[in-house]
Nanobody, 114 residues
Framework: QVQLVESGGGLVQAGGSLRLSCVGS????????MGWYRQAPGKQRELVAS???????TYADSVKGRFTISRDNAKNTVYLQMNSLNADDTAVYYC????????WGQGTQVTVSS
């Protein structure tokens, strides 16, 4: 059974940083394009960062230059380094495939205080 487990969220002041982790079981991240998504209260879930199999990355305009997605193949873990956080980044963050979405994990809450 495929399972995605996100962690690393928390409460941080504006301008601060967090690093999120996503550990997968039943899926090999290195052969799948992966993404980090977020859902803010009252809003639809949105894709914020993508990591393709070859290592290329794309970002939503709202996080470009501040967020970095990466992968550790040995640990089968995908990361999201988030810097210069602001209140608009407050959301529950999830990882998932870019296509052929799997069941969503529980996500990890990120709250940025201004």
């Amino acid at each position: 059974q495929v399972q995605l487990v996100e962690s690393g969220g928390g409460l941080v002041q504006a301008g601060g940083s967090l690093r999120l982790s996503c550990v997968g079981s039943g899926i090999i991240f290195s052969i799948n394009a992966m993404g980090w998504y977020r859902q803010a209260p009252g809003k639809q879930r949105e894709l914020v960062a993508s990591l393709n199999i070859g290592g290329s990355t794309t970002y939503a305009d709202s996080v470009k230059g501040r967020f970095t997605i990466s992968r550790d193949n040995a640990k089968n873990t995908v990361y999201l380094q988030m810097n210069s956080l602001n209140a608009d980044d407050t959301a529950v963050y999830y990882c998932n495939k870019r296509t052929g979405l799997l069941s969503w994990g529980q996500g990890t809450q990120v709250t940025v205080s201004s």
